[in-house]
């Protein structure tokens, strides 16, 4: 398995890294969350389009990880939006790079013509998750953009590759029962995607995107954590 060295949770490394591969700045540009009131998740620069979180991994927060993958294999899970863009992480510590390829394929956002991230979102939309993981391994460009922005951060890069922090992300997506059904609820849900995971995963019905985070943070990851090292980011528009 390939292994690449783990980004920084810093606003200021992940728009560098978007930037250089073609997101269109004045579409949005991650910005720090302070904290998980809604005071201030308030100061955060409105549409937020998407959020990425750094969580610790282990104790019984990676367990209840697990078994909540089982039971959606056993049981299966409210039917999400086949247009949302899910890819599986198949290189160790590219974990900020794929919350950042998943926080950009999945918002209304806009990337110069014939960029890296406009073909290889382009490349991805009709293969599978592990396809699109092959693209993303054979795509020297992401590899270097990300040891760029790895090397960019306020913090020397580490000796020790292995870390027991990881990124994951949150968008909005519409209804896919009501997509199905050719019907107009506006009903939007929240949507998790993480490389480590089985798949997207349906986190229920959302009307603010960033509060639901706050709150589905704040109510079953926190408690279940072994430490509180946490960290947020949105990708927030600029309108």
């Known amino acids: 398995m390939s292994r690449w060295i783990p980004l920084e949770s810093n606003p200021d490394v992940l728009n560098d890294w978007s930037n250089k591969t073609g997101l269109i700045p004045t579409y949005g540009q991650f910005t720090d969350v302070y904290g998980l ?3 201030l998740l308030d100061m955060v620069p409105k549409p937020v389009k998407a959020v990425v979180l750094l969580f610790p991994i282990g104790g019984q927060l990676e367990e209840a990880r ?5 039971k959606i294999k056993k049981e ?14 198949t290189i160790s510590n590219a974990c900020g790079t794929m919350g950042l390829l998943h926080a950009l394929a999945n918002s209304e956002v806009s990337f110069e013509p014939e960029s890296p991230l406009a073909k290889f979102i382009d490349l991805c939309k009709d293969k599978s998750p592990l396809e699109r993981a092959q693209i993303l391994e054979s795509t020297p460009l992401f590899a270097s953009a990300h040891a760029s922005a790895a090397s960019s ?4 890069v580490p000796e020790n590759l292995d870390v027991d922090l990881h990124f994951t992300c949150f968008v909005q997506a519409p209804s896919a029962t009501a997509r199905k059904d050719q019907t107009v609820t506006g009903e939007r849900r929240l949507i998790e995607l993480d490389g480590r995971r089985e798949g997207p995963i349906d986190r229920g019905e ?34």
Do not use: C, H, N, R
Request: aromatic letters at 4%.
């Open 37 to 39: 009131e809604d005071e």
């Open 66 to 70: 697990k078994q909540e993958d089982e």
């Open 76 to 89: 299966g899970q409210v039917e999400i939006d086949p247009t949302v863009l899910w890819i599986k992480q």
């Open 153 to 156: 951060g306020q913090t020397a």
């Open 206 to 239: 959302s009307t603010d995107l960033l509060k639901d985070v706050a709150k589905y943070v704040k109510e079953q990851m926190i408690p279940k954590a072994t430490s509180a090292e946490f960290s947020m980011m949105a990708l927030a528009g600029l309108d």
